[in-house]
């Protein structure tokens, strides 16, 4: 009998619309449950949540792309557009009375790493969520 193999990654397409974001919730929620990972469920989908809010905030893009990738030591989100006329997220340090501008200070707070990768046709923006919190967390 073959050892049984970890579920595959997980991607979906997505409207770039606020509807789309509680979908992506239960989306990211119930693959960690799936991969045995609850208890990164709150960071990875906050996570989510901001990096599709920024790329609904920020880029042309109609649509964008969620995927998941199971990792050894935890979780890759990455968001992906396909606006290649928009520059990478920036980290912000807005005053306390502004509404917004914290979303990749909370992804920074939450992510062992984060980043953008730049394409011809857009970009991807991801975030990794660790089992073992980084260094500066504990």
């Not at 979906?12 to 693959?31: D, F, G, K, W, Y």
């Not at 968001?79 to 992804?107: F, K, M, N, Q």
């Not at 939450?110 to 504990?138: E, F, H, N, Q, S």
Request: overall charge negative.
């Amino acid at each position: 009998m073959a050892p049984e193999s970890a579920p595959p990654d997980y991607q979906q397409e997505l409207a770039a619309r606020p509807e789309t974001l509680a979908i992506m919730r239960r989306i990211v929620s119930a693959h960690l449950d799936l991969w045995e990972l609850r208890e990164l469920s709150d960071a990875a989908t906050l996570c989510a949540h901001e990096l599709l809010t920024n790329g609904m905030r920020h880029t042309g893009s109609p649509r964008c792309t969620i995927t998941l990738r199971r990792r050894p030591d935890g979780v890759r989100v990455t968001v992906s557009d396909s606006d290649s006329d928009t520059a990478p997220p920036e980290r912000r340090d807005p005053v306390w009375e502004e509404e917004s501008g914290r979303g990749v200070l909370l992804i920074a707070a939450l992510a062992a790493r984060c980043g953008t990768v730049m394409r011809r046709d857009g970009k991807d923006v991801w975030a990794d969520i660790l089992t073992t919190p980084p260094a500066y967390a504990a």
